[in-house]
């Protein structure tokens, strides 16, 4: 069972930036896809972005050409550049991977998730 760890939020202004972090118990070596999801209040929470193990990305029509997807596997370590934020990017954003699958799944097929890391854009 992986253990997951994200950090990097805040509160920024609109137009403002973040870099996500999420990091692993085991080596990201293992896994065949990475990605972010996120939850904002009252709402279900959704994917964002994924990136492969041959470093093919995907993302959210919402957040293409403001977020990118990153992965340092020497580090062990999954990213999440956030820019030009809006106030509707406000949520709690988590990561998750997965060993064979070639994209992330739907959120309710995992059982374990990290705590999230809080993300609010507001003047």
């Known amino acids: 069972q992986v253990q997951l760890m994200e950090s990097g939020g805040g509160l920024v202004n609109p137009g403002g930036s973040l870099r996500l972090s999420c990091t692993t118990s085991?080596?990201?070596?293992?896994?065949?896809?990475m990605g972010w999801y996120r939850q904002a209040p009252g709402k279900q929470r959704e994917y964002v972005a994924h990136?492969?193990?041959?470093?093919?990305?995907g993302y959210v029509d919402s957040v293409k050409g403001r977020f990118t997807i990153s992965r340092d596997n020497a580090k062990d370590t999954l990213y999440l550049q956030l820019n030009d934020l809006k106030p509707e990017d406000t949520a709690v954003y988590y990561c998750?991977?997965?060993?064979?699958?070639?994209?992330?799944?739907?959120?309710?097929?995992?059982?374990?998730w990290g705590q999230g890391t809080q993300v609010t854009v507001s003047s």
């Open positions: 998750n991977v997965h060993e064979s699958l070639p994209t992330m799944p739907h959120p309710s097929w995992f059982d374990d």
């Open positions: 085991i080596s990201i070596d293992r896994f065949n896809v």
């Open positions: 990136i492969t193990r041959g470093g093919s990305t």
